[in-house]
């Protein structure tokens, strides 16, 4: 019932409804501060195949609304849409490139070209989004066409060779993977598939979170929804310094992309029960950040998940469900700001209420 307006100088901010899961303290505060900060830094998000600004779907005939992560964007900076293929605006202080392996080789050009100077760079390549199988890394183009249908589409273009991009970072997401983790600290969601990976601080890895780097330090939980694991690139480019965010537990692995899901008679996926699940001896890394040097500067977070910023941890963010809180939303906004240079909200948005 309780909603604030905070104005100031003509400028002013909305704060529609105070749900029960925010913090209000945290909610004012950036509330008052993006009215009083003066212009507002810009963030831009590439406009990848996820499609996270909403449009017009012409085939339900329904207006598709941003998500979510765009909305929590906007409160704090102003938000730019990038086009994919076309040089990217230089003045932006910030670049989120969701699924950048949706692109064509043309137009991951200007992506690299961003990266290569050095400009900050929030990247989200997964290697199984659960939201839409079809956009993952090693899937080709129309897989979620319809396998019954007399004529499939044919690629108009192919997928983009990534090579490049992950010889730059000195890091890549393995597409031929996806991580599993034993660690599940919630009796009640025992039957999730071991894919759904519990990034926590009993999960007897001593470093889960990074608490060196202002983005993780701090953090209780994330979740990963299977994603995948980021291993040394065979051949880089030079010295970057790729600094783990967050790892999995010590009784961990991953799970061949093309074993997890199969499709039923209609074409609809699930989980595959005869999946194998692999050991490794090393806790899975499933965000870092990558650093370069004077020769070839790099500012770069990757994480390979895209489902960690799905619409569900958003709403449960909101509704404030006991037991289900979170850190999602918070280690994607902390990620952004960080690139930003901007801390100022890094500490508060990371507070819990202690009751």
């Known amino acids: 019932y309780l909603g604030v307006a905070v104005t100031c100088a003509g400028d002013e901010a909305l704060i529609p409804f105070m ?19 003066g212009a507002q830094r810009r963030v831009g998000v590439l406009d990848t195949a996820v499609q996270m600004f909403g449009e017009f779907d012409f085939q339900t005939y329904t207006p598709r609304p941003d998500w979510s992560i ?26 989120i490139a969701p699924q950048p392996s949706t692109l064509t080789d043309e137009q991951l050009m200007p992506l690299l070209d961003w990266i290569r100077a050095g400009r900050a760079t929030l990247l989200l390549e997964d290697t199984l989004p659960l939201f839409d199988p079809g956009l ?20 108009e273009e192919p997928k983009p060779d990534l090579s490049e991009l992950w010889s730059l970072l000195g890091t890549e997401v393995a597409a031929g993977r996806v991580a599993w983790d034993g660690y599940n600290p919630r009796p009640q969601l025992v039957e999730l598939p071991r894919e759904f990976v519990f990034v926590g601080r009993g999960s007897g890895a001593l470093d889960a979170f ?15 929804l299977a ?22 537990s010590p009784l961990s692995g991953y ?16 989980f595959n029960p005869i999946r194998r699940f692999q050991r490794t001896p090393e806790s899975p890394i499933l965000a870092a950040r ?13 994480v390979g998940d895209l489902d960690v910023v799905s619409e569900m941890f958003f709403q449960m ?33 990371k507070r819990r209420p202690a009751q």
């Open 19 to 37: 749900s029960r899961g925010l913090s209000f303290e945290y909610e004012l505060a950036r509330a008052i501060r993006s009215v009083t900060a």
């Open 70 to 95: 765009i909305a929590e964007l906007r409160k704090q900076y102003e938000v730019v849409q990038a086009a994919p293929g076309e040089p990217i605006d230089e003045t932006l202080d910030a670049l």
């Open 136 to 155: 993952a890394t090693a899937a080709p183009r129309n897989a979620n066409q319809n396998p019954f249908m007399q004529q499939q589409q044919p690629d």
């Open 210 to 224: 990074n608490d060196a780097e202002p983005i993780t330090s701090g953090l209780q939980e994330v979740v990963v």
């Open 227 to 248: 994603g995948g694991p980021l291993v040394a690139n065979a051949a880089p480019i030079g010295d970057a310094t790729m600094t783990p965010l967050l790892r999995g």
């Open 255 to 270: 799970v061949a992309y093309n074993e997890v899901l199969q499709r039923d008679i209609f074409g609809s996926p699930r």
């Open 290 to 302: 990558i650093e370069g040097d004077k020769s070839q500067p790099l500012n770069v977070v990757l």
């Open 317 to 349: 963010r909101e509704e404030g469900l006991e037991g289900f809180e979170f850190d999602n939303v918070t280690f994607v906004l902390n990620a952004v700001d960080a690139l930003v240079g901007d801390e100022s909200l890094v500490e508060l948005r």
